[in-house]
């Protein structure tokens, strides 16, 4: 069995912990939005059916490295559609929403790629979008978000972690979806994992970056 292993950087990785595929939310004070991680194979299926015309089926492509006695692939989400494999879990959610469901539009909190994966998933569908971005985000993420058509709510950073932490924002009474924290959004990071499994079966180890934890949960799971 494929293990994954995680690469930390800065990000909201205390929303989030994994271990031996795991999944636990870390609860912050106050935080009442707690719910089951328990994701199914099942559950990983269902998201790559609904992922179908919205994520691409990445190609694993073999790294040429002298002197290694094992092969190394890597897996190429930045052939996505936003450049990232967050559109995974962001078509995940919203396409796991009843329709009527979406009527008010969606939003999520996030400074830049989650922000382009809920946008484009949003404007494929035709509903609103708003996100919720720190006041810190870099510019080209911002701009790249407003060409997708969904409305900027820029914040400082603590409000910002405030909504990831309450799952909501006065004024908007649309599907939130969680960058990280979502079994959902989780379930279709895993397709990640299901992809690797088909191509590369021998594959034993996953090395993931870690941000907010989304990405190696799913992952974990899938494997």
Known sequence: MARAATSHDAGTADLISTVDGTLDVIPHAGDSAMMDLNISADAIEAARGRLRGIAVRTPLVPLEVSGRAHPISLKLETLQPVGSFKIRGAGS???????????????????????????????ALGVPCTVIVPDH????????VERLGATIIRVPIARWFQVLVERSYPGLDGLFVHPVSDPDVIAGNATIAS?????????????????????????????
Do not use: H
Not at 137 to 144: D, Q, R, V
Not at 208 to 217: I, N
């Open 93 to 123: 959610a919203i396409t796991a929403a009843p329709r009527d469901r979406l009527s008010q539009g969606v939003y999520t909190a996030s400074a830049g790629n989650m922000a382009q994966g809920v946008a484009w998933c949003a404007r």
């Open 137 to 144: 985000a870099p510019a080209a993420k911002i701009s790249a």
């Open 195 to 223: 992809e690797i499994l088909e191509d590369a079966p021998d594959t034993d180890t996953v090395l993931v970056p870690f941000g907010g934890g989304g990405l190696a949960c799913g992952i974990a799971r899938g494997l």
